[in-house]
Nanobody, 127 residues
Framework: QVQPVESGGGLVQAGGSLRLSCAAS????????????MGWFRQAPGKEREFVAA????????YYADFVKGRFTISRANAKNTVYLQMNNLKPEDTAVYYC????????????????WGQGTQVTVSS
């Protein structure tokens, strides 16, 4: 069991940067956190939720959505039970609520189901 909690969202001008954090809590924290792959998703108003990036606990293997185009970087710090999403050169179309989620899968992380979800953090990019 793991409970992700997102933070770091906010308002930024186009071209700016934000770093989102996702801290895990609950029974799966500590050593158990390392057994989960972590993913970032986003949902804009009136649109479906979409995959952004994910990182496995083994390797690590990293997956990015095509629209990232080298702008975003996902990383994790297992000692802190935390996963990060560094977002650079933000665009207005990046505006959305960003969610982190956990899965025990190690591969195909853009396609597998995720078991635990955070509440989300708002990212707003002005033009």
């Amino acid at each position: 069991q793991v409970q992700p909690v997102e933070s770091g969202g906010g308002l930024v001008q186009a071209g700016g940067s934000l770093r989102l954090s996702c801290a895990a809590s609950g029974a799966a924290s500590g050593r158990a956190f390392s057994s989960y792959s972590m993913g970032w998703f986003r949902q804009a108003p009136g649109k479906e939720r979409e995959f952004v990036a994910a990182i496995s606990w083994s390797g690590p293997l990293i997956y990015y959505a095509d629209f990232v185009k080298g702008r975003f970087t996902i990383s994790r710090a297992n000692a802190k039970n935390t996963v990060y999403l560094q977002m650079n050169n933000l665009k207005p179309e990046d505006t959305a609520v960003y969610y982190c989620a956990a899965t025990k899968s190690q591969t195909r992380l853009a396609y597998v189901s995720y078991d635990y979800w955070g509440q989300g953090t708002q990212v707003t990019v002005s033009s």
